[in-house]
């Protein structure tokens, strides 16, 4: 099925740096949800973004709605090792119950 | 509050034998219900959904089938395992029309 493309695909950075990472799409979207997955573990929700634009923070998370509907970037500040994991956006639209998802960013923090 | 629940959390068994592995939603009702598959070090696979009792819609053509027996359960199966079933399972729920979905904690499958 089709696929969000997330870049990077992997990350490896010092505890304290920032960390950016981005979600395309081919097509529109009019949510996107950015979710982070422990390693043996279910994926949990972060941040949630309905409208173009928008810019949403959840602690040292930053999300934004890219303008053209088709893209959304994440940013951590200030990184720490709890950090470390898998984050999957997804992007869905109305009245569509499945959500499309990306292909992850795996993020590891070096000692 | 809500909670999903999945069991079992790990299972390993033989290539030919049957699957079940289920799936439960506390403190909602008529949830959209997913089973999803991730490969290790891999993005998700939506498997099958249903918004409703008895309503499954698959995604991708497998041995695998699924059920919905109760507005809150939901059951992922299989007659005979392959090799290549191995994998962790998710089930996630979200509400009606809402695009949210919560997963649950996962069962790990190894088929040997």
């Known amino acids: 099925g089709q696929q969000l493309n997330q870049s990077p695909q992997s990350m490896f950075i010092q505890e304290g740096e920032d960390v950016s990472m981005n979600c395309t799409s081919s097509?529109?979207?009019?949510?996107w949800l950015w979710y982070k997955q422990d390693p043996g573990e279910g994926p949990v929700l972060l941040i949630a973004?309905?409208?173009?634009?928008e810019l949403t923070s959840n602690g040292r998370l930053t999300a934004q709605f890219g303008i053209t509907r088709k893209d959304s970037f994440l940013n951590i500040s200030a990184s720490i090792p709890s950090d470390v994991g898998i984050y999957f956006c997804?992007?869905?639209?109305?009245?569509?119950?499945?959500?499309?998802f990306g292909t992850g960013t795996r993020l590891t923090i070096i000692p | 509050s809500q909670t999903i629940h999945q069991w079992p959390a790990t299972l390993v068994q033989p290539v030919g034998s049957p699957l079940s592995l289920e799936c439960t939603v506390e403190?909602?009702?008529?949830?959209?219900l997913y089973w999803y598959r991730q490969a290790a070090g891999r993005g998700l696979q939506l498997l099958f959904y249903?918004?409703?009792?008895?309503?499954i819609s698959s995604e991708v053509p497998q041995n695998l089938s699924a059920s919905r027996p109760q507005d809150r359960q939901f059951i992922l199966s299989s007659k005979k395992l392959l090799l290549s079933d191995s994998g962790f399972y998710l089930c996630?729920?979200?509400?009606?029309?809402?695009?949210?979905?919560?997963f649950g904690p996962g069962t790990r499958l190894t088929v040997l």
């Open positions: 997804a992007g869905q639209n109305f009245g569509n119950e499945k959500l499309t």
């Open positions: 403190g909602t009702s008529n949830p959209n």
């Open positions: 973004l309905y409208k173009a634009g």
């Open positions: 996630a729920w979200s509400v009606r029309a809402v695009d949210t979905q919560y």
């Open positions: 097509s529109i979207f009019n949510t």
């Open positions: 249903s918004v409703g009792i008895g309503q």
